[in-house]
Nanobody, 123 residues
């Protein structure tokens, strides 16, 4: 079992940056692939980025490529999402998720989810 807690959200102006963190409990964090998703009001949950257990393989939604970077520190049981050049349309609740093997875009494949952190980008 893995418990996930996101942090680092907040209010930022368009063009700014934020770094989200997702802290995981449990000694087996390094065995899990991780994903970041987001959900804006009235919209479906959307894939942002994924990373495999070692951090050597990453996967991004097309609209995030070049602006967002996912990384992890297994010694700290933490996965990060660095978000640059933020736009008002990036406003959403951001969630991290864990799965033993999958780090792709289908949210149904992930076993564990955090509670989310709000990101608001003002124009």
């Amino acid at each position: 079992q893995v418990q996930l807690v996101e942090s680092g959200g907040g209010l930022v102006q368009a063009g700014g940056s934020l770094r989200l963190s997702c802290a995981a409990s449990g000694r087996t964090f390094s065995r899990y692939a991780m994903g970041w998703f987001r959900q804006a009001p009235g919209k479906e949950r959307e894939f942002v980025a994924g990373i495999n257990w070692s951090g050597r393989a990453t996967y991004y939604a097309d609209s995030m490529k070049g602006r967002f970077t996912v990384s992890r520190d297994n010694a700290k049981n933490t996965v990060y999402l660095q978000m640059n050049s933020l736009k008002p349309e990036d406003t959403a609740v951001y969630y991290c998720a864990a799965d033993p093997a999958f780090y792709g875009s289908d949210p149904r494949a992930y076993d564990y989810w955090g509670q989310g952190t709000q990101v608001t980008v003002s124009s």
